[in-house]
Nanobody, 125 residues
Framework: QVQLVESGGGLVQAGGSLRLSCAAS????????MGWFRQAPGKEREFVAA????????YYGDSVKGRLTISRDNAKNTVYLQMNSLKPEDTAVYYC??????????????????WGTGTQVTVSS
C-alpha cells in the first residue's frame, strides 16, 4: 500500500507562487507515475500534471502549461508542483495521485491507483 500526503497549500494573491509537495511512503516502486489533479467547487476533477519516475518526462493540462511545473526527488520519494503566476481560477483542492503500472494514460483519474487527501489552494484577486 502507498500513502500520499500533500502539503504546501494556502492562501495567495493573484500573481503569486506556491509550491506543493507530495510525500509517498510505504511500498513505493521506481516505475510509478505521479500526478496532480485539482477540483474546484462545483466542478469535476481536472488533470494538472504528471511525471514519470524514470526519465522524468512531464505532462501538463492545457490550462496550466507555462505556469505550473512538476518535478520529483526520487531519493526523498517526493513530487512537487511549483505554481507561478497564480490566478483566481486556480483555486481548488489539489490532489496527488500515483499509477502503479505505467499505462501511458496520465490524463484520466481512473488510471490512478493511489490518492492523497488533498490540500487547499486559494488565490485571491
Amino acid at each position: 500500500q502507498v500513502q500520499l500526503v500533500e502539503s504546501g497549500g494556502g492562501l495567495v494573491q493573484a500573481g503569486g507562487s506556491l509550491r506543493l509537495s507530495c510525500a509517498a511512503s510505504g511500498r513505493t516502486f521506481s516505475s510509478y507515475v505521479m500526478g496532480w489533479f485539482r477540483q474546484a467547487p462545483g466542478k469535476e476533477r481536472e488533470f494538472v500534471a504528471a511525471i514519470r519516475w524514470s526519465g522524468g518526462r512531464t505532462y501538463y493540462g492545457d490550462s496550466v502549461k507555462g505556469r505550473l511545473t512538476i518535478s520529483r526527488d526520487n531519493a526523498k520519494n517526493t513530487v512537487y508542483l511549483q505554481m507561478n503566476s497564480l490566478k483566481p481560477e486556480d483555486t481548488a483542492v489539489y490532489y496527488c495521485a500515483a499509477i502503479k503500472f505505467d499505462s501511458g494514460r496520465y490524463y484520466t483519474e481512473d488510471e490512478y491507483d493511489y490518492w492523497g487527501t488533498g490540500t487547499q489552494v486559494t488565490v485571491s484577486s
